[in-house]
């Protein structure tokens, strides 16, 4: 026996449900204050005007610092923030990004941050071909492998002459003034960073980003429902990758040279999983939030425990008491709560 349904019936209900999803969408929206993000960017892009009043070069190093983490995180975000894949092997791409755009200014005299978006290409392209490999396994098996893959490059850059080996490679540094030295670089992490949280935030709210969710929660289910959860992962790992390999090549020129030492160390790696755990893992605003927390409290500890453990130590307790309090990450436990400010609504 079949059972139809009149046709102005069907469509009732699909309008329903179309009002029902726009009551939603503007609610949500209402709770959003959409000027925050534009009006920090519009602070951060005047801030260098205060170089005409004296000289605030640790400023602009802390700023440019922060963002470059900004970025880093926000890309890693959306390898394990979405689809819920931990890697302790970021830097790796961080090294790649470096030393392409770092080989192209050393030979060539192009500025990296010509080359950023290139370097960023080909740390995208090498993260597909490992993701490819890596991603077959999942959970612990995967945290080994990104390790094994940071191993492996630090082994072979430390042995590959043409990029200097152990020794590195010294970059020519640009011809302005100690004043305005740091401008070209604030600038550039500015741009990389907004473009990178602009673009989690896209890929979030989009098909695939959507996907990559159902992969986080469940990847059985997410493959039964008819996503092609291989391809998904793997482009977001590449994606991820591109993000910290622009990062990469523009922090080589600010540093003038070229260490393996310096690029392809899991602290890098790890600073990238924290920020985002701290922050609030999957969402926009946490790594933003995390980056910033984690670069004042390191600077904060240095300037009052001295470069000793001992400011390592203070980093530490402070994140470990804040898990306890927000285990879901700053951004994460606060909406879930309902009580996230409207400034940190970027979702």
Not at 71 to 80: D, K, T, Y
Not at 279 to 290: E, L, N, S, Y
């Amino acid at each position: 026996m079949t059972v139809t349904f009149p046709h102005s019936s069907t469509n009732s209900v699909v309008e329903a449900r179309r009002a029902h999803n726009e009551k939603l969408a503007l609610k949500a929206d209402q709770t959003r204050a959409t000027w925050f993000p534009f009006a920090l960017l519009t602070i951060l892009i005047a801030l260098p005007l205060l170089q005409f009043a004296g000289n605030f070069n640790y400023l602009l190093h802390l700023v440019l610092f922060a963002a470059s983490f900004v970025a880093m995180a926000s890309g890693w975000n959306i390898l394990g923030g979405f689809a819920g894949y931990i890697s302790l092997g970021h830097s790796v791409f961080f090294g790649i990004g470096g030393y392409v755009a770092g080989m192209l200014l050393a030979r060539y005299g192009i500025s990296t941050i010509v080359t950023a978006p290139l370097a960023g290409l080909i740390a995208a392209a090498v993260g597909y071909l490992v993701g490819l490999v890596t991603l077959r396994v999942r959970g612990p098996s995967f945290i080994i492998s990104s390790i094994a893959l940071l191993m492996i490059a630090r082994i072979l850059f430390d042995n590959w002459a043409f990029i200097g080996g152990t020794n590195g490679l010294t970059l020519p540094s640009n011809s302005l003034s100690a004043q305005w030295t740091k401008l070209p670089y604030y600038y550039a992490f500015i741009a990389i960073a907004a473009f990178t949280v602009w673009a989690s935030y896209r890929i979030k709210h989009s098909k695939f980003g959507l996907g990559l969710r159902a992969i986080s929660k469940d990847e059985i289910k997410a493959e039964s429902a008819g996503i092609n959860t291989r391809l998904y992962k793997v482009l977001a790992f590449a994606l991820s990758a591109f993000f910290v390999g622009m990062a990469g090549a523009v922090w080589g020129e600010y540093l003038t040279y070229l260490r393996p030492n310096i690029f392809l160390i899991i602290g890098i790696s790890a600073n990238m999983v924290l920020m985002c755990i701290l922050g609030g893992k999957g969402t926009i605003a946490g790594p933003v939030i995390g980056a910033v927390a984690i670069v004042a409290l390191n600077e904060l500890f240095v300037a009052t425990m001295g470069a000793s453990e001992l400011n390592i130590l203070g980093t530490g307790l402070i994140m470990a008491l804040g898990l306890v309090f927000f285990p879901l990450g700053l951004v994460g436990t606060l909406a879930k709560k309902g009580k996230l400010p409207r400034i940190l609504n970027w979702d």
